[in-house]
C-alpha cells in the first residue's frame, strides 16, 4: 500500500507541474526548423546559391551555409532543379504552409502584388503561433518604388504589425561599398532593449557590416491597417515589442527617387536610420508569439542581397548577421509572452490531482 501511496503522490505532483496532460511533441518540433521562400512574385533566389566572380567564390550561398534549416519555396518549377530544394507550389496557400511544417516566411522584394487569398492564408498560417514572417522592401528608385507600396498593401491587409517601408530611400556618402552612396554599408547593431541581443550579434568579424543595396527605409504606423499616422522608428517614439536590428551609420541621409514623398522620413534628413526592424506579435489567440521582420533591403534576391559577405572589396558580415537573425526570430516564437506559463497547471492534471488528494488523505488515518 505505501508504494500505491507513493505513485498518487506523484501523480498529485506531476498535477501541480502541469506535466500530466501535455501535449504531444509534433513531427516539426523534432526535425528541422523550415524556410519558405517566396519566388513566386517576380522574386529572384540571387543569395541562396554560390556568389562567383571571374570563377572565384565570393559568397557560399545560404542552402550549403544554414544546413541547420530545411528550405523550400513557392514559385516556378524551374528552380526545383536549379536549387535542389522542394517546390511547394506556383502560389502562397495555407495548406502548402502547413503540410510543410513552414515556420519562416521570406518575401523577398515581390515585383507584383499578392492576392488577397494568398494574404488571407498567411494571416491564418499566423495564427497557429510561432511563426516567422520576413518581408523585405527597398528603395523608391525604379521599380523599387513600386515593391514599397506592394510590401505596405500586404502588411496593411494583414493587419497585424505596426511597421511599414516608407516611400523613400537611403543613401550613405561616407559609409558604402565603392564610393556609390546608393551602395549602403549599414550595421548590425540591435537596440538596447532588445530581448536576447547577444544571439543578433554573435561571431561577427568585421564589426556587423551588412550591405543594404539601395535600402529603404522603415517607419511605423499608429494602426496596424495602415489608417492611422506614420512615424520614424525611434527608440523612444516605438509601437510595443518593435526593435531596430540593423541601421545605417550617422553619416546617412533620406533621399527621393520617385512620387510620393516619404511619409514619416523628409529629404535631407540625416543620422541613423532603420533597415531591419522586428516586432513581436500575438496573432492567434492564447498562442505563442509570431515575429514580424519588415526590412529595407532584402536577405534574398534583388539587386545584391544582404547575405554577401564582400561586395566592391568591403569584407561584411552578411551571412552571419542573417543566420543571427533567422536563429533570433525562432527564438523568439518559442515561449509565450504570459511570465506565468511555465508554471500554468494543466486543466485535466489538475482534476486528476485533486480527485487523488482525498484518497491520500484517507490512507494517512
Known amino acids: ?160 504589425t505596426n511597421l511599414r517601408v516608407d516611400l523613400c530611400s537611403v543613401e550613405d556618402a561616407v559609409s558604402n561599398a565603392g564610393g556609390k552612396s ?28 551588412i550591405l543594404a543595396h539601395g535600402p529603404g527605409v522603415v517607419a511605423w504606423v499608429d494602426k496596424p491597417d495602415g489608417s492611422g499616422a506614420w512615424h520614424p522608428l525611434e527608440p523612444k517614439v516605438k509601437p510595443d515589442n518593435a526593435y531596430v536590428i540593423i541601421h545605417s551609420s550617422n553619416h546617412s541621409d533620406i533621399t527621393e527617387n520617385s512620387a510620393p514623398a516619404g511619409k514619416a522620413y523628409s529629404a535631407g534628413s540625416t543620422g541613423q536610420f532603420p533597415i531591419v526592424a522586428a516586432q513581436i506579435v500575438n496573432v492567434g489567440k492564447d498562442k505563442k508569439p509570431d515575429v514580424i521582420i519588415v526590412s529595407g533591403e532584402t536577405p534574398i534576391g534583388g539587386y545584391e542581397p544582404m547575405w554577401v559577405s564582400q561586395y566592391y572589396g568591403v569584407k561584411l558580415d552578411g551571412p552571419t548577421v542573417i543566420a543571427n537573425i533567422l536563429e533570433w526570430s525562432v527564438e523568439m516564437t518559442k515561449e509565450s509572452q504570459s511570465s506565468s506559463s511555465g508554471s500554468k497547471i494543466c486543466g485535466p492534471a489538475l482534476i486528476v490531482g485533486l480527485a487523488v488528494v482525498p484518497l491520500l488523505l484517507r490512507r494517512r488515518k
Open 1 to 160: 500500500m505505501r508504494k500505491v501511496a507513493v505513485l498518487l503522490a506523484a501523480v498529485v505532483l506531476l498535477s501541480v507541474f502541469g506535466v500530466v496532460a501535455s501535449p504531444a511533441v509534433s513531427a516539426a518540433d523534432t526535425g528541422k526548423v523550415v524556410i519558405a521562400v517566396d519566388l513566386a512574385h517576380g522574386e529572384n533566389p540571387k543569395g541562396l546559391t554560390d556568389a562567383t566572380y571571374k570563377g572565384k567564390l565570393l559568397t557560399k550561398g545560404m542552402l550549403k551555409t544554414l544546413t541547420q534549416y530545411t528550405f523550400v519555396y513557392f514559385g516556378d518549377t524551374k528552380y526545383e532543379s536549379e536549387l535542389g530544394i522542394k517546390d511547394i507550389g506556383g502560389k502562397i496557400t495555407y495548406d502548402a504552409l502547413v503540410k510543410n511544417n513552414v515556420t519562416i516566411l521570406i518575401l523577398g522584394q515581390p515585383i507584383s502584388p499578392l492576392y488577397p487569398d494568398e494574404i488571407k492564408a498567411i494571416r491564418k498560417w499566423l495564427e497557429l503561433g510561432g511563426k516567422v514572417l520576413w518581408v523585405a522592401g527597398d528603395s523608391d528608385y525604379g521599380n523599387g518604388a513600386k515593391t514599397q507600396q506592394f510590401v505596405d498593401s500586404l502588411l496593411d491587409q494583414l493587419n497585424i
Open 182 to 209: 546608393y551602395r549602403v554599408v549599414a550595421y548590425d547593431d540591435p537596440w538596447k532593449d532588445t530581448p536576447k541581443r547577444s544571439i543578433l550579434v554573435q561571431n561577427l568579424k568585421y564589426g556587423g557590416k
